[in-house]
């Protein structure tokens, strides 16, 4: 086998595997998209599972798509790993539709006017009307449609090139003493795990095989080992998906690689101890496209009999595998709300009011890491506001349903003021790091579509940003150490604040008009202002729910208008010191 063979092999080797990816994409778009909801609606059942796995495989044809859709089910919490399970021992099965599809590309019509209904010919016909009707129409549906046809005739085509590439393997030595030593079964398991990984799809690593036995050199004692490799290695881009995948997300993706290693042991043990008993005449049988179809097929069958009764097996071997890692409460904080100190009120009292500081801070780290964002964008910080956008929704379930618990409990008048307030402190943090995240995806924006502002609007947004800082830091303290003087401080600085966002916002106006700024900066500009003035507001009620907690103030709305017509000497004192440093130049 010379250079330009091997170039031939790679070439059909690629327009298989463009082929087949074409067809299969095609496929998805005209099922409308129907697929995922039905994976995850109708598989209450292991029968069901088994039976949607397989057909939706059989469609897609690919059984690591699958199975990395339904890793991504169970990784959103819409899907359960047991449940995971018998659709991916579908998906197993499914997939070797795949090798009866590609036997199309063998089938022999004769000569004369036979020839006209040969594969070579009906594969040209399809190929050319699937490119007339992508130009021809311009529906979507049609289009897919002529995505599989084309998709069709290029595997097809990339088949038969590679059949052409290697026809003359079975007339060299090396190849038909390569071929005996794959016959030993461990080995050959191990490479056919190895062709698998390497070509990503146990689908493109069966029709080689289907390729390489037109030489008339495979036997079926070297292609069965193969053929178990392969169904193993086709569980490592199902691995390689999982990488980011929660707890259950990795234990679904390690349930396929479980169920197709312990799949492949169980037959090859049961073959193996009756070959040896029986000598089964037909392990020298010369294999060829439609037998190597036949055993892919019966081989995946019987994996599948014996597993479907073991998915509880499976699932606890998996668990086995990615056990649950302990998280301590310096990670998780929330793991401090110990369900056995709710009969103790003072306790759960206390360890509420850590969990709730410690939310505060996050918060406040939120907003400041997308406030550096403005100035310096860099993913590995927009994906940590993500990250704390997540940790306020994750903090404030887990502090609402203790803390509802709790009122349920016998507390005192002091007692029951303190958890109803961190119950009403829980949205504004929450909502706190929904702005920061608000506040990234704009600087997000700004850095990808390099949308610079004015010199004037990026002096005039320091300005308020500073004063946002200021009072998010002032709040954040009171909150947590209880500091009065701080309180204080709040409610002057946020009128400065809104002070600042409407002259801003008016500045900003005159700079449309006069044609400074554009339109597309507009609209970020106005959105970052807005997400600052709410940053504030929150400030402002969770300075006033800290009042609240000793009874200093228990109305917020009627504290908040006396304290602004009232303007004591004190509050205008800490009025005036806001104004003159955060004043807009």
Not at 387 to 413: F, K, W
């Amino acid at each position: 086998m010379g250079i330009p063979q091997v170039i031939q092999l790679l070439s059909g080797v690629a327009l298989f595997l463009f082929g087949m990816g074409l067809m299969g994409d095609g496929l998805k778009k005209v099922s409308g998209n129907k697929l995922e909801p039905i994976l995850y609606k109708l598989s209450g059942t292991p029968l069901k599972g088994i039976l949607l796995g397989t057909g939706v495989t059989a469609v897609i044809q690919s059984s690591s798509a699958t199975s990395v859709m339904v890793v991504g089910f169970v990784n959103a919490g819409i899907m359960k790993v047991r449940q995971a399970i018998y659709l991916i021992l579908g998906s197993i099965l499914g997939t070797s539709i795949t090798g009866w599809i590609i036997c199309l590309s063998y089938i022999d019509a004769g000569s004369g006017l036979a020839s006209l209904l040969s594969t070579a010919t009906l594969t040209g016909i399809i190929a050319v009307g699937g490119t007339v009707l992508r130009m021809v129409s311009k529906k979507q549906t049609h289009q897919s449609i002529a995505d599989i046809m084309m998709g069709f005739a290029v595997l097809m085509f990339g088949m038969s090139t590679m059949s052409g590439s290697v026809s003359a393997l079975g007339k060299e030595p090396w190849f038909t003493d390569l071929l005996t030593t794959v016959s030993n079964p461990v080995l050959g398991i191990l490479v056919g795990v190895l062709f698998a990984a390497v070509l990503q799809s146990a689908s493109a690593a069966v029709g080689i095989l289907q390729a390489l036995s037109v030489t008339g050199a495979m036997t079926f004692s070297a292609t069965l080992p193969l053929l178990m490799g392969v169904a193993i290695g086709a569980s490592v881009p199902v691995l390689l998906s999982a990488l980011g995948a929660n707890l259950p997300g990795k234990r679904t993706a390690v349930s396929y690689l479980v169920a197709s290693s312990m799949g492949v042991l169980v037959f090859a043990s049961l073959f193996y101890i009756g070959e040896g008993i029986f000598r089964f005449p037909f392990v020298n049988d010369i294999m060829n496209p439609f037998s190597t179809a036949w055993v892919n097929t019966i081989l995946r069958l019987v994996m599948l009999l014996l597993l479907a009764p073991f998915g509880d097996v499976l699932e606890k071997v998996a668990e086995l595998i990615v056990p649950a890692r302990k998280v301590s409460v310096e990670e998780d904080p929330t793991l401090r709300l110990e369900e056995r100190f709710l009969a103790y009120p003072a306790l759960a009292i206390e360890q509420s009011r850590l969990t709730v500081n410690d939310m505060a801070s996050q918060s406040e780290t939120a907003i400041g890491v997308s406030l550096s964002l403005l100035s310096l964008f860099t993913e590995a910080n927009f994906q940590r506001v993500k990250a704390l956008e997540d940790a306020g929704d994750h903090y404030e379930d887990a502090l609402s349903a203790y803390l509802v618990r709790l009122t349920a409990q016998p507390l005192s008048e002091q007692q029951s003021r303190e958890a109803s307030i961190y119950l009403q402190t829980l949205s504004d943090f929450e909502r706190l790091t929904d702005h920061a995240l608000n506040i990234a995806q704009s600087a997000q924006e700004l850095h990808d579509k390099k949308l610079p502002f004015s010199p004037e609007a990026k002096a005039e947004l320091e300005v308020l940003i500073r004063a946002v800082e200021e009072i998010l830091h002032l709040t954040v303290h009171a909150f947590t150490a209880d500091d009065r003087d701080a309180i204080k401080q709040v409610e002057p600085l946020e009128e400065v604040i809104d002070g600042l966002c409407s002259e801003v916002r008016m500045r900003h106006v005159d700079r449309l008009q006069k044609g400074s700024c554009t339109i597309g900066q507009g609209f970020v500009f106005n959105d970052l202002v807005s997400n600052l003035e709410r940053v504030s507001d929150h400030c402002s009620n969770i300075a006033v729910a800290r009042l609240e907690m000793d009874g200093a103030a228990m109305d917020t709305h009627e504290y908040l208008n006396r304290l602004k017509e009232k303007r004591t000497p004190e509050f205008e004192r800490f009025y005036e010191g806001f104004r003159q440093r955060f004043t807009l130049a």
